[in-house]
């Protein structure tokens, strides 16, 4: 499928989604530009883009395959894609793998997650099918136990491995602790979560002739993203043009910013989607232009719409969920996630903030009401994201806690006084 012209794609989506025919019921009939367009809200989209009743999808669920992306367990959510729009989305992925150093003959063993509607191990496999050098691919999968990869890897003659940065450093634990040597690896192509200092240090260990590079930048809700661009900084990437429409938002104002160096969210388009439009969809992440090249712009980080905590994907709207069922008695009266980096693994902070009468005092609004009020909110999240439970005893990220303040002590934007709902303290490079 190629890519729609906006104007055509804006049309098509007023005409046969009922979700976007309600967002632009007061918008002109000829409104053809981007910035005629508001910003899809997330909530609003995930609520109409339901398995039953749909009104975000443009025609009756016949054609196509059915992914799972992120979102609580008691309300999840799907992405679908045509044939065509696959087709289209793993073959311009799979020209970006050159960009990220995929070379003709390049054995690459694919370490993505499969199954249970999980798109990535598909994706990653299908897109080095469709890249435009030849490549022998290995489809191993992430769920493979680190004693019998590593074998594999080594009779195979890998010399790429593709996976989350978790994955990969779960294995380069077991090469470093096992004494093997791998020394076909030249290449780590890893995507979903950043990578860190430490993270590389270790990689380096295991990997001594391997660089570490970004996969590419696309996600199963919002699509193809961004193109790795070579270079020291593996967080650059350019957009997929024509495919995709890469904007910058200001946090405050959200009018687009052109100039490099200033932070806001990212927010896509995407060209040629057309039975599940997306058009101006927060991607959820930050980032900033660089001015190194055209389209150039530098990922930062997480926004407030959701973060990644080690493999673990979670939404500001599960934590409020989780606290609004926890706290019974209305104690809580702010919120914020707070991301952390310690010992080599994420762990995630949940900062609550109490009335100032309720900080200091005792008894059941005090600090004995405060800790049994912090395990039930624990409890309500691991609840609806199981997988940080089950990452926490797989040693990938440390357990969930509660920190207690005042609302003054809630970090806001500076700019707007806003509460910043996700804060995320890690270090990156």
């Known amino acids: 499928m190629s890519a729609l012209q906006l104007s055509d794609l804006i049309r098509f989506a007023r005409h046969n989604s009922p979700f976007y025919r309600d967002l632009y019921a007061s918008l002109p009939a000829d409104a053809d530009r981007l910035t005629d367009l508001p910003v899809v809200d997330q909530q609003a989209f995930w609520a109409a883009n339901t398995l ?33 729009e696959w087709r289209t989305f793993v073959t311009a992925f799979g020209q970006g793998l050159v960009d990220a150093g995929l070379r003709p003959g390049h054995r690459v063993a694919d370490l993505f997650y499969a199954g249970e509607l999980y798109a990535s191990f598909l994706f990653v496999l299908d897109s080095l099918a469709h890249a435009p050098v030849d490549n022998v691919r290995l489809p191993i999968g992430g769920g493979a136990p680190p004693e019998s990869t590593i074998p594999t890897l080594r009779d195979l003659a890998a010399q790429v491995l593709a996976g989350t940065p978790t994955t990969l450093c779960r294995l380069a634990e077991q090469v470093v602790s096992s004494g093997v040597r791998l020394d076909a690896v030249e290449l780590l192509l890893f995507g979903g979560e950043a990578l860190f200092d430490d993270q590389r240090r270790l990689l380096a260990a295991a990997f001594p002739r391997a ?17 790795p661009v070579p270079g020291p900084d593996a967080r650059v990437h350019r957009p997929f043009t024509p495919y995709s429409v890469v904007e910058i938002l200001d946090d405050c104002t959200g009018e687009p910013i052109t100039e490099p160096g200033r932070p806001g969210r990212v927010v896509v388009t ?57 706290d019974t008695a209305g104690q809580v009266v702010g919120m914020q996630l707070v991301v952390r980096r310690w010992e080599g693994r994420d762990g995630l902070v949940l900062r609550l903030a109490t009335s100032p009468g309720d900080h200091d005092r005792h008894g059941r609004h005090g600090r004995h009401g ?38 003054r002590d809630l970090a806001v934007n500076p700019r707007s006084g806003k509460l910043v709902r996700v804060l995320d303290e890690r270090p990156t490079a």
Not at 383 to 406: I, K, T
């Open 52 to 84: 039953r009743d749909n009104r975000v999808l443009t025609g009756p669920l016949g054609e196509a395959t059915v992914y799972k992306t992120g979102g609580t367990t008691g309300s999840p959510k799907f992405s679908v894609y045509t044939r065509d």
């Open 211 to 227: 660089e570490a590079r970004s996969v590419g930048y696309a996600s199963v809700d919002a699509g193809l993203l961004g193109h």
């Open 270 to 326: 995407s060209l040629f989607r057309r039975l599940m439009p997306v058009i101006r969809y927060p991607a959820g992440d930050r980032a900033e232009w660089t001015g190194t090249g055209p389209g150039h712009f530098r990922i930062l980080g997480r926004a407030e719409e959701g973060v990644r905590v080690g493999p673990v994907s979670l939404y500001t709207q599960d934590a409020q969920d989780a606290v609004a069922a926890a």
């Open 370 to 407: 405060r800790q049994e009020l912090s395990e039930a909110v624990v409890a309500e999240l691991e609840n609806v994201r199981p997988l940080y439970p089950d990452s926490v005893r797989a040693g990938f990220v440390h357990p969930l806690s509660v920190e207690w303040v005042r609302h």
